[in-house]
């Protein structure tokens, strides 16, 4: 199996599983965590370096006040939970995201998250917590413009990496898949800039019912793909006999 290097989940369909069964919408997140828990765990043993989760957008700010507060509290009891299993599988967590919007208790935990997992080396595990690509291309953007006017880099050194490492995921290489559950065909204001040549993967499954066999069934589908990056496809088939492998 062909395994991306960098995996990036668009987590949707919480809501709809639980109201399926007559429940409460916060109960299809706890079963989310559960899944976040099996891939997290899978994509490590797959040997995937960075998975990227979407688990909280700019826009789901605008949810009802009990379901926000809800997600806040299960993302601070994930984060306490999972730090001894993220050191013992060699996680490193990384955040991106407008944080400061974050309760105060909540961007505690992460921070102490982050700080106790920094040395691990096997897979960075990015939470895109309050993120919205919008935001993000707009804060690089300021940061930039900020940097002219101070005389700190001149406008010709602007190029796609010198602006790309403004990001938020400066320190990370572009997602190969983006997996997306629920049926949903959108990016929903997600890696806008970094998904620019992505592989897409959607699935009907929603994401509490989302386990190995799916994860195994979208790198399938990622396997079977060829990357061309604009090229032709006579071009890529050269350069993969050149490179003398099949990866990437
Ligand atoms: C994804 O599930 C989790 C978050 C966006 C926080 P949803 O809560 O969006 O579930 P649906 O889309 O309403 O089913
Ligand atoms: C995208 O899901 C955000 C996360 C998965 C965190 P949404 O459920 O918020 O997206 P829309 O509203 O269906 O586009
Ligand atoms: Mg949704």
């Avoid at 429940?23 to 706890?30: A, K």
């Avoid at 804060?139 to 050194?157: H, K, S, T, W």
Wanted: charged share 25%; glycine share 10%; aromatic share 6%.
């Amino acid at each position: 199996m062909r395994i991306p290097r960098h995996l990036a989940i668009i987590m949707d369909g919480n809501g709809r599983w639980a109201e399926q069964r007559g429940l409460p919408r916060i109960i299809g997140h706890q079963r989310g965590v559960e899944t976040v828990q099996t891939i997290v765990e899978e994509s490590c043993c797959l040997g995937i370096e960075y998975l990227t989760l979407y688990a909280f957008s700019s826009e789901n700010w605008g949810r009802p006040r009990d379901e926000v507060n809800a997600l806040m509290d299960l993302l601070g009891r994930y984060l306490k939970n999972e730090l001894e299993t993220m050191c013992r599988q060699g996680i490193r967590l990384n955040v991106i995201g407008e944080n400061t919007r974050l309760p105060g208790g909540v961007r505690r935990i992460l921070e102490d998250t982050i700080e106790e997992t920094a040395s691990n080396r096997r897979m960075v595990l990015t939470l895109a917590l309050s993120y919205g690509a919008r935001d993000e291309i707009l804060r690089a953007a300021i940061n930039l413009a900020g940097q002219v006017r101070d005389g700190r880099i001149a406008l010709e050194e602007i190029d796609e990496s010198a602006f790309g490492r403004r990001l938020d995921t400066g320190n990370l290489p572009d997602p190969d898949l983006l997996i997306r559950t629920s049926g949903e065909m959108r990016i929903s204001n997600f890696l806008l800039w970094q998904l620019a040549y992505t592989e897409l993967v959607f699935t009907d499954t929603l994401w509490p019912e989302f386990g190995t066999d799916q994860l195994h069934a979208a790198l399938e589908e990622y396997g079977g793909r060829q990357r061309r990056f604009g090229l032709t496809p006579a071009q890529v088939e050269k350069k993969v006999r050149n490179s003398g492998e099949g990866r990437h």
